[in-house]
């Protein structure tokens, strides 16, 4: 079966921009994670949806939003960029976090902002 | 605060050999445990995942033990190949945090001939 797709793959934007990245879960798992890493950082959790709902959000400014469509696809989106920002941005599907599943992670988009 | 911490934060071995990685946790009220292994710019990929009756599970070379009373889980890797060498992620999940994982911060493993 498809694995979880994040698109596109790499991204280079100038600060100030906003940026909007993709996330397909694999068919049936209803939740959505998103994170982001950056050099060195261990994985900081950004939000998570479940049906279309945010069920849990991570220690992030509101630059950073996300949402997710009635097919389970969810979309992220930064505004007003930073350099700091540049990161590998990770989603990961579950079919729910709260059960003992466990995730299934993308290949990431690794954003650079210039 | 739900923490989790591994060690070491890195460790070189040559191929062939074994080793051992920690995870230390302090969250509560636990619900699930997982290993994952991520190459250099991929996303992580799951290795094993164990919940609190479970002590061993094992996935190929891969074995993860879990102390649910000491709040301890380990991976072991046998007969080390090159292709190990990537960072190790214990994450761990409390019991109703929905989403919320505590991710520890990794055990860059180097694998040389």
């Known amino acids: 079966k498809a694995g979880v797709t994040q698109t596109p793959r790499y991204l280079i934007k100038t600060r100030g921009q906003q940026v909007t990245l993709s996330c397909s879960p694999i068919?049936?798992?209803?939740?959505v994670s998103w994170y982001q890493q950056t050099p060195g950082q261990g994985l900081q959790f950004l939000f998570e949806y479940f049906s279309e709902t945010q069920r849990n959000k991570g220690n992030f400014p509101g630059r950073f939003s996300g949402r997710q469509f009635s097919n389970s696809r969810s979309e992220m989106n930064v505004s007003t960029l930073e350099l700091g920002d540049s990161a590998l941005y990770l989603c990961?599907?579950?079919?729910?976090?709260?059960?003992?599943?466990?995730?299934?992670f993308g290949s990431g988009t690794r954003l650079t902002v210039v | 605060k739900n923490q989790v911490e591994q060690s070491p934060q890195s460790l070189i071995i040559l191929e062939g050999k074994n080793c051992t990685l920690q995870c230390n946790y302090t969250v509560s009220p636990f619900s699930n445990l997982r290993w994952y292994k991520q190459d250099t710019g991929r996303g992580p990929v799951s290795l094993t995942i164990m919940t609190f009756s479970e002590n061993t599970k094992s996935n190929g070379r891969y074995t993860a033990t879990l102390d649910a009373d000491t709040k301890q889980s380990s991976l072991h890797i046998t007969a080390s190949q090159l292709s190990d060498s990537a960072s190790y992620i214990c994450?761990?999940?409390?019991?109703?945090?929905?989403?919320?994982?505590?991710f520890g911060d990794g055990t860059t493993l180097t694998v040389k001939p």
């Open positions: 994450v761990v999940s409390g019991k109703g945090n929905a989403g919320k994982s505590t």
């Open positions: 990961a599907s579950s079919l729910d976090s709260r059960e003992n599943y466990g995730y299934t």
């Open positions: 068919s049936g798992h209803r939740s």
